[in-house]
T-cell receptor, first 111, second 115 residues
Framework: DSGVTQTPKHLITATGQRVTLRCSPR?????VYWYQQSLDQGLQFLIQ???????AKGNILERFSAQQFPDLHSELNLSSLELGDSALYFC??????????FGSGTRLTVV | AQKVTQAQTEISVVEKEDVTLDCVYE???????LFWYKQPPSGELVFLIR??????QNEISGRYSWNFQKSTSSFNFTITASQVVDSAVYFC????????????FGKGNQVVVIP
C-alpha cells in the first residue's frame, strides 16, 4: 500500500456523462497531482494542488476540473465524456523530502 | 521545456540475462530530479529511484542499478539477471526544480522476460 488511495478502481460510463474520481493523499502530504495515462498520449500531467490551492496546470481539458478539500483529499471531475477520455487516471502526492508516491489508479472506460 | 526520451519501446530478454534501459533527458534547469518507475501488468506505478541532479554517483539496489551521466544527460537503468517478475513497463521521468512539481515522463520501455 503506497499510502495514496484512489477510488473507484474501475469506472465504466457512457459518452456525455460526468464522473468524479477521488484521491486521498499520503498522510502529511500537502501536494496532490493528477495524471492521465492513455495509449496514444502516454503519461501526462493534468493538474496540481497544494494545500487547497491550484498550483500548476498541464494538458487538462476544459471539460475536466479538480479541487482539493480542507482535509487534503482531491477530486477530479470529468464531464461531457468522450470515447477518447478512456484512460488510467493516477493521483500522486508528494512532500519535499521523499518525492512522489502514486495511487493505484482509476481505470475509466467510456462506452 | 523538459523532455524525456526512452528510445527502446519493447525489449525481450531471456531469463537471467541483463537488460539496460536508456533514458535521455533535456532540461534547462541546473537543479532537477530524475526518477524511474515500474508499471507491472496490474497497472500501478511503483517507485524505484529518485536521483538529485547534483548527485552523480551510481546506485545499486539488489539486481537494479542506475548510471547517471550528467555530461550526456542520461540516466540509464540496468536489471541484472532478469526474472519473469521483472516483466513490466519502466518509465523514466524528470521533475522541475526541487522535486516537488510535475513529472515529465518518457514513453516507457516494455520489458518482456522470457522464461
Amino acid at each position: 500500500d503506497s499510502g495514496v488511495t484512489q477510488t473507484p478502481k474501475h469506472l465504466i460510463t457512457a459518452t456525455g456523462q460526468r464522473v468524479t474520481l477521488r484521491c486521498s493523499p499520503r498522510s502529511g502530504d500537502l501536494s496532490v497531482y493528477w495524471y492521465q495515462q492513455s495509449l496514444d498520449q502516454g503519461l501526462q500531467f493534468l493538474i496540481q494542488y497544494y494545500n487547497g490551492e491550484e498550483r500548476a496546470k498541464g494538458n487538462i481539458l476544459e471539460r475536466f476540473s479538480a479541487q482539493q478539500f480542507p482535509d487534503l483529499h482531491s477530486e477530479l471531475n470529468l464531464s461531457s465524456l468522450e470515447l477518447g477520455d478512456s484512460a488510467l487516471y493516477f493521483c500522486a502526492s508528494s512532500d519535499p523530502g521523499s518525492g512522489y508516491t502514486f495511487g493505484s489508479g482509476t481505470r475509466l472506460t467510456v462506452v | 521545456a523538459q523532455k524525456v526520451t526512452q528510445a527502446q519501446t519493447e525489449i525481450s530478454v531471456v531469463e537471467k540475462e541483463d537488460v539496460t534501459l536508456d533514458c535521455v533527458y533535456e532540461t534547462r534547469d541546473t537543479t532537477y530530479y530524475l526518477f524511474w518507475y515500474k508499471q507491472p501488468p496490474s497497472g500501478e506505478l511503483v517507485f524505484l529511484i529518485r536521483r538529485n541532479s547534483f548527485d552523480e554517483q551510481n546506485e545499486i539496489s539488489g539486481r537494479y542499478s542506475w548510471n547517471f551521466q550528467k555530461s550526456t544527460s542520461s540516466f540509464n537503468f540496468t536489471i541484472t539477471a532478469s526474472q519473469v517478475v521483472d516483466s513490466a513497463v519502466y518509465f523514466c521521468a524528470l521533475s522541475e526544480p526541487y522535486g516537488n512539481n510535475r513529472l515529465a515522463f518518457g514513453k516507457g520501455n516494455q520489458v518482456v522476460v522470457i522464461p
